[in-house]
């Protein structure tokens, strides 16, 4: 028993010395990854057999359903599950019929506030996992700068709604698993339930998260498309909402490293698994394999999740198309870091401003 405790010891001290972060495989969570696995790719796999899989950007966005109500008692999931798909199936839906109109800069802008508040707003009334506007930004920007190509608004919506109801299903399918004893001794108890009202979400701090969280998506969008120093300007403001998460973010460097730091990783891993690779059922098992990571791993490490969240992102935002590789992860790279120094400076600019009024941080 000694000896295991101090090989222990010395693996521990192993993964300090080369800062790789320390896992507890008890709290890997096979089920959430198993569920985003399945939610994301079924849908891909079934598009890929019909030769469609331009359409794969707006079924893996609309399959970021399955993310939602982790830990979360199925009498309570299912609300939350529905709200999600609801609101990821208006964001996809939104996001093409904008780029079937031109991309209009006023109306991407309120679409924008309008995602952020629903993110933030939401997140405080149903207090759920993951936090945030993110994913919700992430499919309406994403979709609203995708060229329709063959794709009419017809097919999105249709496709959309198959996605976010089959991963309805996926994430409350665990409610069968559990009527089997010996599969529901193994799983993870569901003892997550967070108070819900709706009154909570009326609050100065989340006004001025999404206010602020907005106004520094739109400026970083701004910078880069002035300079130029990336065609996928919409990545630098889905990194903004990412770091602001919530109202704690906005005086807090921590998820700032994370995110700037994870996602150059994940660029490193993106290129090693994708880079000069175009066969659509590799990039598929590759999607697979990212998703099931990340949702394994999230909870425990974000930073390292990211490592997994960036190729997964880059492959099903370049889905059915014709990119190269190379110029994607120098885009996801550059923007990532503008991204970041823009909430670096609303960090700084905000701790100054609680110091100076003798307020005190929020946690």
């Known amino acids: 028993m000694a000896a295991g405790q101090a090989a222990r010891g010395s693996a521990d ?29 079924a849908p891909l796999i ?37 709200v999600a798909a609801l609101s990821l199936f208006s964001c996809v839906v939104a996001g093409a019929w904008v780029q079937s109109i031109g991309e209009p800069y006023w109306i991407v802008t309120l679409g924008l506030l309008a995602v952020i508040a629903a993110g933030v707003l939401l997140t405080s009334i149903l207090q759920w996992i ?38 309805w299903v996926v994430g409350m399918s665990g409610f069968l698993l559990r009527l089997i004893p010996s599969v529901r001794d193994r799983l993870r108890p569901l003892n997550r339930t ?31 498309s002035v300079t130029g120093v990336a065609a996928h300007q919409y990545w630098s403001a889905v990194t903004v909402v ?22 150059l990783v994940g660029v490193g891993v993106a290129a090693a698994l994708l880079g000069g690779q175009s066969n659509q059922v590799y990039l598929i098992c590759v999607i697979a394999a990212c998703s099931f990571v990340t949702e ?3 909870a425990q490490h974000y930073g390292l999740a990211l490592a997994f969240i960036t190729p997964l992102a880059l492959g099903a935002t370049n889905l059915g198309l014709t990119q190269e590789w190379e110029a994607l992860f120098v885009d996801r790279a550059r ?7 823009v909430c670096f400076v609303i960090v700084v600019l905000a701790r100054k401003y609680f110091e100076r009024r003798g307020y005190e941080l929020p946690a």
């Not at 936090?131 to 992430?138: K, P, W």
């Not at 979709?143 to 097919?155: D, I, R």
């Not at 923007?335 to 120094?341: F, H, N, V």
């Open 13 to 41: 001290r192993a993964l300090d010395a080369m800062m790789i972060p320390k896992l507890d495989r008890s709290r890997l969570d096979w089920e959430s990854g198993v569920r985003a696995l399945v939610s994301t790719v």
């Open 46 to 82: 079934v598009l890929a057999s019909m030769g469609r899989l331009d359409l794969g950007i707006y079924a893996s966005f609309s399959a970021f359903t399955g993310l939602y109500g982790r830990g979360e008692p199925y009498g309570r999931r299912w609300l939350t599950l529905l």
């Open 130 to 167: 993951p936090r945030g506007a993110i994913f919700f930004v992430f499919a309406f920007l994403g979709c609203s700068m995708k060229p329709l190509g063959e794709a009419t608004l017809a097919e999105v919506v249709l496709v959309s709604s198959l996605s976010v109801g089959f991963a």
């Open 194 to 224: 967070p108070a819900r009202r709706i009154g909570a979400a009326w609050s100065r701090a989340n006004v001025a998260l999404i206010v602020i969280s907005t106004l520094a998506a739109l400026a970083s969008m701004g910078v880069a």
């Open 242 to 263: 990412a770091i602001f998460s919530g109202p704690a973010a906005l005086v807090s460097f921590d998820r700032i490293g994370h995110r700037i730091v994870g996602t």
């Open 296 to 298: 394994l791993v999230v």
């Open 335 to 341: 923007e990532t870091i503008l991204g970041g120094l």
